[in-house]
């Protein structure tokens, strides 16, 4: 959903579980959908890219799925873990620049 | 290999104040970015250089921000006659031609009072 203010949506995930973080889009021209995951006090770090003329594609416990029908993408994170926790930041991309959403926080429950 | 590096880590500025942002990107990393990060929100895109090409300034807010990078390396970005608006995490990034896999720096806290 949208964040309002200084707040940041926020999805609560038991250890262990799947972790699924969705995405609204507007831009139906952007060639490439990226996620970015940013730790409290560091930059963000790349996660995984999407080309807009695939609809999944999976990395190493994360895979990310784009419906350009509904304009919506996700990342599911397998297994999650600890070290997950974090803002995550779907980005698309624009006239070569990269626009960044509003981002979700990644709360991992013991 | 080293990271994008950002200096200072942190600035504390009176208002009115002039301020410089310093950004080393990775060696050989043709395209560098400027965001800024409000307190809990998104990244701003501000700048985008690639190559010898001009900047791409349109996410610059005003006139008081500008930005350069010098011999395709290092950039500057500089705020003039700061705001308390103006405070903010400044990051900057950089990432090969053609990619979108950007290297983010630690960013540089800035705080005007």
């Known amino acids: 959903g949208e964040s309002v203010g200084l707040h940041l949506p926020t999805l609560s995930v038991q250890e262990g579980d799947n972790s699924i973080i969705n995405c609204a889009y507007s831009?139906?021209?952007?060639?490439?959908f990226i996620w970015y995951k940013q730790e409290s006090g560091k930059g963000p770090q790349f996660i995984i890219d999407?080309?807009?003329?695939?609809d999944k594609r999976q990395g190493q416990r994360v895979t990310v799925l784009l419906n350009k029908t509904v304009k919506h993408l996700s990342l599911q994170i397998a297994a999650t873990q600890p070290g997950d926790s974090a803002v995550y930041f779907c980005?698309?991309?624009?006239?070569?620049?990269?626009?960044f959403g509003k981002g979700t926080r990644l709360h991992i429950l013991p | 290999g080293a990271g994008v590096s950002q200096s200072p880590s942190n600035k504390v500025t009176e208002k009115g104040k002039d301020v410089e942002l310093r950004c080393d990107p990775i060696?050989?990393?043709?395209?560098l970015y400027w965001y800024r990060q409000s307190l809990g929100q998104g990244l701003e895109f501000l700048i985008y250089?690639?190559?010898?090409?001009?900047?791409?300034k349109s996410g610059l807010p005003s006139d008081r921000f500008s930005a350069e990078r010098t011999g395709g390396s290092v950039s500057t970005l500089t705020i003039q006659r700061t705001q308390q608006e103006d405070s903010a995490v400044y990051l900057c990034?950089?990432?090969?031609?053609?990619?979108?896999?950007?290297?983010f720096g630690p960013g540089t806290r800035l705080t005007v009072t």
């Open positions: 250089f690639q190559g010898n090409s001009a900047p791409d």
């Open positions: 980005a698309e991309t624009r006239d070569d620049k990269i626009i």
């Open positions: 060696s050989g990393h043709t395209a």
């Open positions: 999407i080309r807009s003329n695939m």
């Open positions: 990034a950089s990432s090969l031609v053609r990619t979108y896999e950007q290297y």
């Open positions: 831009n139906s021209a952007s060639d490439y």
